[in-house]
């Protein structure tokens, strides 16, 4: 499973993760969080996720704080 860190999150209920293993960050909806709420999430926090595809290209589903 992916992991990276919280490396923006935007008041309007998304955010987005980087990870050394992709070039480009990887673009989550609050929907995609699990066992964690957006207002709990941080930016710097370290998180795993899935890989999913969305209408603009990938992004993070299943995103888990660790």
């Known amino acids: 499973m992916p992991s990276g860190k919280v490396k923006k999150k935007m008041d309007k209920g998304f955010g987005f993760i980087e990870s050394p293993d992709r070039e480009k960050d990887?673009?989550?909806h609050a929907s995609a969080l699990?066992?964690?709420?957006?207002?709990?999430l941080q930016e710097g926090?370290?998180?795993?996720?899935?890989?999913g595809h969305g209408d603009k290209g990938p992004r993070a589903e299943n995103v888990r704080a660790t």
């Open 26 to 28: 990887l673009f989550f």
């Open 34 to 40: 699990d066992g964690i709420t957006f207002d709990e």
């Open 45 to 51: 926090q370290r998180v795993t996720y899935d890989i």
